[in-house]
């Protein structure tokens, strides 16, 4: 019979174990910029919520310098039913229009965002609500859907084009994560809908970013979906880009923005399961990591 203390030591060693198997990416990751996109059953789940937003807080604290970036589609849909607007998708995208663009806007940044940042907070570290209206932090441009019968209109949904990223480098150099909702206005002013996965692809190459991560609902990507003894836990950016047309429509926009970042200077990309407690911890501190990792 194992005694109390006994099993503390164990419990112990185990602890110290860890700690000294992150030192390895503690001294790779100090003082770097990880985007991390957050999204899926994590945003509906406040216990996942919560963990989520204690590991940007650990990060912060240990020396790296998360960003996050968020969408938020079931709250978006929830707020529009309460008011009577019915949902419209195509291909997956929101149809966006004038009456539900500024939905959209108010619900990721005053909805979502600020959740997020008073979490952050309470897990002791400070946070920086922003979306791309803030000091020009994207430029989008309006985006027709691709189909087999010629483009499509979806409305005010667009991608982005520019990104100016001082506002956020000043949030970090101030010591702060910066909790970041993706609405972005064109050149005209008129405020656009943009992909949350591939605006914060954007952002991390702008921002010189050591890592993008994105949290997914499934353990990372499979090759030969649903076999799910073809989970791929490393492949490369062309491995990825022949790989891409057979890949189910809910991850591909996720591994475009992996894609997008690696061939765009970004060292790593990972896609993580979001409904794994910690599971960004995971992924950068353990020698096993957690997910698909793509690389140059």
């Known amino acids: 019979?194992?005694?109390?203390?006994?099993?503390?030591?164990?419990?112990?060693?185990?602890?110290?174990?860890?700690?000294?198997?992150?030192?390895?990416?503690?001294q790779r990751f100090h003082q770097k910029v990880v985007v991390v996109k957050f999204g899926g059953n994590a945003m509906g789940d406040e216990g996942l919520q919560r963990a989520f937003c204690e590991d940007m807080a650990y990060l912060r604290w240990v020396g790296i310098k998360p960003v996050v970036v968020h969408g938020g589609g079931p709250q978006i849909s929830a707020r529009l039913a309460e008011l009577g607007i019915e949902s419209q998708f195509r291909g997956g995208f929101r149809v966006t229009t004038q009456q539900t663009i500024g939905v959209v806007r108010d619900v990721l940044r005053n909805q979502i965002s600020t959740s997020l940042a008073a979490m952050i907070q309470a897990a002791g570290a400070q946070a920086t609500v922003l979306n791309g209206e803030d000091s020009n932090l994207f430029r989008a441009?309006?985006?027709?859907?691709?189909?087999?019968?010629?483009?499509?209109?979806i409305g005010l949904v667009g991608e982005v084009r520019q990104v100016?990223?001082?506002?956020v480098f000043e949030a970090l150099e101030a010591g702060r994560i910066p909790v970041i909702s993706t609405v972005a206005p064109d050149v005209d002013g008129?405020?656009?809908?943009?992909?949350?996965?591939?605006?914060?692809?954007?952002?991390?190459?702008?921002?010189?970013?050591?890592?993008?991560?994105?949290?997914?609902?499934?353990?990372?990507?499979?090759?030969?979906?649903?076999?799910?003894?073809?989970?791929?836990?490393?492949?490369?950016?062309?491995?990825?880009?022949?790989l891409l047309p057979k890949l189910e429509s809910g991850m591909i926009p996720k591994m475009q923005a992996c894609l997008q970042a690696v061939t765009g200077g970004v060292p790593q990309a990972h896609v993580?399961?979001?409904?794994?407690?910690?599971?960004?911890?995971?992924?950068?501190?353990?020698?096993?990591?957690?997910?698909?990792?793509?690389?140059?």
């Open 141 to 153: 441009e309006v985006v027709k859907l691709d189909t087999s019968d010629g483009p499509v209109d």
């Open 272 to 296: 993580i399961d979001g409904r794994t407690p910690h599971s960004i911890l995971l992924e950068i501190f353990t020698l096993s990591g957690f997910g698909t990792m793509v690389l140059r």
């Open 164 to 167: 100016n990223p001082r506002v």
């Open 1 to 26: 019979m194992i005694s109390t203390a006994d099993s503390n030591n164990q419990l112990a060693r185990i602890k110290a174990e860890t700690l000294i198997e992150s030192l390895p990416w503690l």
């Open 190 to 242: 008129q405020l656009l809908n943009v992909n949350a996965d591939l605006a914060a692809a954007s952002l991390a190459i702008a921002l010189g970013a050591e890592k993008l991560m994105v949290l997914t609902d499934v353990p990372g990507l499979y090759s030969d979906w649903p076999n799910r003894d073809s989970l791929i836990s490393e492949i490369t950016a062309q491995e990825l880009e022949e």
